[in-house]
């Protein structure tokens, strides 16, 4: 081996921190880009919030009046609504009680950042008009107290007959059960926890000076006001419990299986009819014939005729298989469209918004001047100079940010709905092929950037919210050679089997027949796949009596 030195000339992309940075915004949803700003707005001192009709005088020869007026045009469509900014209108008033020193100065410290800007100590209890405004709407406005699905359950968990062990156990059982009401969790697990929970309240009465040093991880205060040594908990007391719980409103919570939920809320009718008691019988002896529904096998096995067997599925099919409505947990984010697009009732021409009504108009605050006068004044240190510039960077990038944002989405949306403008003006069956690459071809974008930008973004029209992703689908040659989006196929799958006869489903082979007759030549096999997709199952599990 021999060492030596070499010249060579190559090409490397390399991204700064910024366009990482503006990447990363490029890509939240409306919602969560909202919730960027408004942390953004608190955490930096350097940007405040404008209203609309707010006039702010800068010295001619300010630097954050040429940022201001790059930022106005980005921001025209913005909330009426926004907080009157705590300052003097950009007064040049330099504050009594500013720091003689640099050093007194600390940028880190909220309370004395007010006092140097606003002249003010927000511990002096002295609150300014506008303060005593927001104070007295935020007495008045009140928020109405909604109780969840969860503490619903943790209230009829109080007036069962439990012991203080049980009790306890209860309540881990109800937090581990999913939005949907059933404990996917095994039962073994929890009951093992719990133990290690009462152990250690067991050791923590015996050596008070070791009380909360537990490492099961779970809160203390569950056992506050038991004053005395508990028990472990068995197996058997677990599943009486469990069953306790299932029994509470609405019957079948916390069941493991949808067989033991069904099963639940049969038992729990009090006078059963004959239908009910069938039903309960087909539950509890043939629920696998059931679930394939192989109702000959029922049939047989139960020796009933076909018209029992018919009442007793229509009991079981207004059963509740989701005890938990769905609503059991977090509860669920509403979408939020990132795009509004109308269409205009003379020219038919098509009019788009970016959502961006919520987010609030910014512009670099006052403390920024001020600061600048008080250097003239006071020999601010490196670090709170290089504290203050940093601040200001950030707020002018955050505002540059959101007007780049807002154009590079509105190019990529005008392009999408240029392609797609017969779907935006009549309708889902219009929908054609497209591809990111098409719309990449268009902006000029990079296929990289149209991604980020289509990914968890909704835009509401007339016919609907849909997400973008909606739009990008695979083209199929129809028999007349045209190219259709393979969503219309999957649509027409998904009508045939709405209209097919619930005694006699049609087959994939069946389906792929009547999609030919009607121009769509699909294989089998394509079908088969459209149909998953949709999440349908095969014609068997689709019969009905």
């Not at 020869?61 to 209108?89: F, H, M, V």
């Not at 503490?151 to 309540?171: A, C, K, M, S």
């Not at 569950?222 to 719980?245: F, M, P």
């Not at 909704?458 to 393979?486: N, Q």
Request: proline share 4%; hydrophobic share 35%.
């Amino acid at each position: 081996m021999k060492l030596g030195l070499n010249l060579e000339t190559s090409l490397h992309q390399t991204l700064t921190p910024q366009q990482i940075q503006y990447l990363k915004l490029l890509q939240l949803p409306a919602m969560q880009f909202e919730q960027h700003v408004q942390s953004e707005l608190e955490n930096n001192p350097m940007l405040e919030e404008q209203a609309d009709d707010a006039f702010d005088d800068r010295d001619a020869d300010g630097g954050s009046n040429e940022l201001r007026a790059e930022t106005d045009n980005a921001l025209e469509t913005r909330s009426p609504i926004a907080r009157d900014s705590n300052n003097d209108g950009g007064s040049d008033h330099v504050p009594e009680n500013a720091p003689a020193e640099a050093g007194e100065f600390d940028p880190t410290d909220a309370f004395e950042f007010y006092k140097l800007i606003w002249g003010e100590d927000p511990s002096s209890g002295k609150a300014s008009d506008s303060q005593r405004e927001e104070e007295e709407d935020d007495e008045s406005f009140q928020f109405k107290a909604t109780t969840s699905f969860e503490e619903e359950f943790f209230e009829q968990l109080r007036f069962l007959p439990l012991t203080d062990e049980e009790r306890l156990l209860g309540e881990q059982i109800i937090g581990n059960v999913d939005e949907d009401g059933y404990l996917r969790r095994d039962l073994q697990e929890i009951v093992d926890e719990v133990n290690v929970l009462i152990a250690e309240h067991n050791f923590s009465l015996q050596a008070p000076s070791m009380l909360g040093m537990g490492s099961s991880g779970f809160d203390q205060a569950k056992l506050d006001g038991i004053h005395r040594i508990l028990n472990a908990i068995t197996t058997n007391q677990a599943e009486g419990v469990i069953k306790r719980l299932q029994n509470l409103d609405p019957p079948g919570f916390a069941s493991r299986t949808v067989q033991e939920c069904l099963v639940c809320q049969l038992r729990s009718i009090r006078k059963p009819n004959a239908a009910q008691k069938l039903a309960l019988m087909i539950l509890t002896e043939t629920y696998d014939a059931f679930a394939m529904k192989h109702y000959h096998v029922i049939e047989k096995q139960l020796d009933i005729s076909e018209e029992y067997l018919r009442e007793a599925i229509e009991v079981i099919r207004h059963l509740n298989p989701r005890p938990g409505g769905g609503t059991f947990g977090p509860e669920i984010n509403t979408v939020v469209p990132d795009f509004i697009i109308e269409r205009e009732e003379d020219s038919d021409e098509l009019l788009i918004t970016v959502n961006d009504s919520r987010l609030p108009t910014l512009r670099v605050s006052n403390a920024y001047e001020r600061l600048k006068k008080e250097a003239k004044f006071h020999k601010f240190n490196k670090e709170t100079r290089e504290w203050l510039r940093k601040k200001y960077e950030d707020a002018k990038f955050l505002m540059q940010a959101i007007r780049q944002r807002k154009s590079t989405m509105l190019r990529v949306m005008t392009a999408i709905a240029g392609l797609q403008e017969q779907f935006l003006l009549h309708g889902p069956t219009f929908l054609k092929p497209l591809i990111y690459r098409d719309v990449a071809e268009i902006t000029g974008l990079d296929i990289s950037t149209i991604c980020r930008i289509v990914n968890g973004k909704y835009v509401l029209s007339e016919f609907g919210t849909f997400e973008l992703k909606y739009f990008f689908s695979e083209s199929l040659i129809t028999d007349e050679g045209e190219e259709v989006s393979t969503r219309i196929i999957k649509q027409k799958i998904k009508e045939l089997i709405e209209v097919e006869s619930k005694h006699k489903p049609l087959s994939d082979d069946k389906l792929a027949k009547d999609l030919k007759t009607i121009g769509y030549n699909v294989a089998r096999r394509t079908v088969a796949k459209y149909r998953e997709q949709l999440r349908i199952p095969v014609a068997r599990l689709r019969r009905e009596l």
